[in-house]
């Protein structure tokens, strides 16, 4: 039996399947392209970016581009609710995996917006945005909620 396919609302389309891949892509390039830049921002200091770091923000730029591709075209070659809340969940863990990362910072970086520059608004609020919208679709909201659709998934 063939997997049901759903069509799901527009909201975590857009987000999903466009929003947030897009925004793996900006990550990837500064990651990569930007790194001065991208260094100074996450740790609030600056400093030249030595070549083992430079190598290490290269594949932090190719891990972003795998998020992008991942989610863009795994989620977006089905409607198998099961896939879509299996990827999600991975998504999610990877969600606390990065919010962590930042904690070196400080506990100010999850909530003192008055000190926040423009990468801790993609790598708290933005996160805390997706985290918000995985969590709720994992939970079903919006989603179809008849028995016949609960009993296909």
């Given at each position: 039996?063939?997997?049901?396919?759903?069509?799901?609302?527009?909201?975590?389309?857009?987000?999903?399947?466009?929003i947030?891949?897009?925004?793996?892509?900006?990550?990837?390039?500064?990651?990569?392209?930007?790194?001065?830049?991208?260094?100074?921002?996450?740790?609030?200091?600056?400093?030249?970016?030595?070549?083992?770091?430079?190598?290490?923000?290269?594949?932090?730029?190719?891990?972003?581009?795998?998020?992008?591709?991942?989610?863009?075209?795994?989620?977006?070659?089905?409607?198998d609710l099961?896939?879509?809340?299996?990827?999600?969940?991975?998504?999610?863990?990877?969600?606390?995996?990065?919010?962590?990362?930042?904690?070196?910072?400080?506990?100010?970086?999850?909530?003192?917006?008055?000190?926040?520059?423009?990468?801790?608004?993609?790598?708290?609020?933005?996160?805390?945005?997706?985290?918000?919208m995985?969590?709720?679709?994992?939970?079903?909201?919006?989603?179809?909620?008849?028995?016949?659709?609960?009993?296909?998934?």
């Open positions: 039996m063939a997997p049901r396919q759903t069509v799901l609302p527009l909201t975590y389309r857009a987000f999903f399947l466009i947030e891949p897009i925004s793996a892509l900006v990550g990837a390039f500064y990651a990569h392209f930007r790194q001065d830049e991208y260094l100074t921002m996450t740790t609030h200091t600056s400093s030249p970016v030595p070549l083992g770091t430079s190598i290490v923000l290269s594949q932090l730029a190719n891990l972003y581009l795998l998020f992008a591709l991942n989610e863009a075209l795994v989620l977006r070659s089905t409607g099961r896939v879509w809340r299996t990827v999600l969940l991975g998504l999610l863990i990877a969600d606390f995996g990065h919010l962590y990362s930042v904690s070196g910072l400080g506990s100010w970086v999850y909530w003192d917006v008055t000190r926040w520059n423009a990468i801790d608004y993609g790598n708290v609020l933005f996160v805390y945005l997706g985290a918000s995985r969590i709720a679709f994992l939970f079903g909201v919006g989603l179809t909620t008849s028995s016949k659709a609960k009993k296909a998934v």
